[in-house]
């Protein structure tokens, strides 16, 4: 696709950029408000919640991930405004401020009537994909802009789910080269290595449910992991070995989830005589609370304690490779919107995921329709 300044006015039809994510506490009374926000109606056990609380609270209350998110939309508006493109950018959380409803507040006062939301979700499941489609559901139909017949408020588009997007890819492939090099600089031996990609785990029930019409949560990151691996291969020279570990369980245990987890697989290495690990945590956008406590903290001592040298790869963050694909990608969306026939980069053996999705796309659990709408849906017209 040519970046000229010409193809500055390619943002139409949209008039704003909604980035949203999933919020976090900024402080220590936030914690459980915010962790009631996240759980209503989940049946998460009140034993994990205090867990996860003591999680916010050894970082002082406060989760990275509001900083980064607003690091993400300043490097996205320097990106628009390097390729001429006039497009505002505003932030809203699913789970905390600013709410959804706080965000759609900024986009009427900029006047915007067409959004395309970027969601900070790289891969499609209930918890990436159809859960931030109802929010926005939701909070228009309390604010009375829902409707079959179209509203006053404004309409939302969402970017397809890009873990298959090349700037991702790259960004990723990156970020496990530099940490290859930290684990040299730290007497590891790179060569010997197992490359070990980490993910938020999900309940199996939504694991099968998100694969309707397109590759399941777990096949997409086992794709994903096949290219960063053979990249690194490629770059380093050496054969590389990996796997997917999963992270960050919850739900009740007689609830089965992806397995296996991250440390159960550090052990059973170990015990095999694996020596050196790289974690590259493809299943998240930035390194917010469940890289800097499930990995940063849990995975590493228990790495540590196995007496393995172990280094964690970024997560793609700011990364130029990584702004430079959501700005691709919005382009890409936009010209679909406007009826152009594009091409969709992918990488890997699966084809773009749709960005109008299939009516029962990635629900919760298989034949079990949450009774909310969800937008961004073929049986939704706005
Ligand atoms: C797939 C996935 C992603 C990855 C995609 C993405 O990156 O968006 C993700 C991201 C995140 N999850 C986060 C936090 C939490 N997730 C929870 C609970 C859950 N997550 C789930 C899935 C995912 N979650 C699921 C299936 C549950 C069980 C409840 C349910 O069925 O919905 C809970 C409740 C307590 C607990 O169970 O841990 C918390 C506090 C934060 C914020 C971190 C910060 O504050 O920095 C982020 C970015
Ligand atoms: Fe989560």
New binding site residues.
């Given amino acids: 696709m040519p970046m000229t300044p010409q193809s500055a006015a390619d943002a139409r039809p949209y008039d704003a950029l909604l980035l949203y994510?999933?919020?976090?506490?900024n402080k220590p009374e936030d914690v459980v408000p915010?962790?009631r926000n996240?759980?209503a109606g989940?049946?998460?056990p009140d034993s994990?919640?205090e867990?996860?609380g003591e999680?916010?609270y050894a970082f002082g209350g406060k989760?990275?991930?509001?900083e980064?998110n607003l690091a993400l939309k300043a490097a996205i508006e320097a990106e628009l405004a390097e390729r001429g493109i006039d497009l505002p950018v505003v932030w809203g959380n699913r789970?905390?401020e600013p709410y959804t409803d706080d965000a759609i507040d900024e986009l009427e006062r900029l006047g915007a009537k067409r959004a395309v939301a970027l969601?900070?979700?790289?891969?499609s499941?209930?918890?990436?994909c159809r859960?931030y489609r109802e929010d926005l559901a939701v909070v228009l139909d309390k604010r009375g802009q829902l409707g079959p017949d179209g509203s006053t408020g404004v309409q939302f588009d969402k970017i397809r789910s890009y873990f298959n997007h090349p700037g991702f890819v790259q960004a990723n492939v990156e970020a496990v080269l530099d940490a290859y090099r930290e684990l040299e600089a730290k007497g590891g031996s790179p060569a010997h290595a197992r490359l070990v990609f980490v993910?938020?785990?999900?309940?199996t029930t939504?694991e099968e449910a998100s694969g309707v019409g397109h590759a399941t949560?777990s096949e997409q990151h086992l794709d994903v992991a096949a290219v960063v691996a053979e990249a690194i291969a490629e770059r380093r020279g050496h054969p590389v070995q990996w796997e997917l570990a999963y992270c960050?369980?919850?739900?009740p245990p007689s609830q089965p989830?992806l397995e296996p987890d991250v440390n159960d697989l550090l052990e059973q290495r170990a015990a095999e005589g694996l020596r050196n690990v790289v974690l590259s945590p493809i299943?998240?956008?930035?390194d917010?609370?469940?890289?800097?406590y499930d990995l940063d903290t849990e995975a590493m001592e228990t790495a540590a304690n196995l007496g393995m040298t172990a280094v964690r790869a970024g997560t793609v963050g700011t990364r130029p490779e990584f702004v430079r694909g959501l700005v691709d990608l919005l382009l890409e969306r936009a010209a679909l919107a406007r009826g152009e026939s594009v091409e969709e980069a992918t990488v890997g053996s699966l084809p773009a995921f749709p960005s109008v999705t299939p009516p029962d796309c990635c629900l919760?659990r298989h034949g079990e329709p949450s009774g909310i709408p969800a937008l961004c849906s073929e049986d939704m017209h706005r």
Avoid: C, D
């Fill in positions: 994510s999933f919020g976090g506490p915010f962790l996240v759980t989940k049946g998460i994990r919640l867990e996860v999680h916010y989760s990275p991930i509001n980064q789970n905390w969601v900070t979700s790289a891969y499941s209930y918890s990436g859960q993910t938020h785990s999900i309940p939504m949560y960050s369980r919850s739900g989830w299943g998240f956008v930035s917010h609370m469940e890289v800097a919760r």
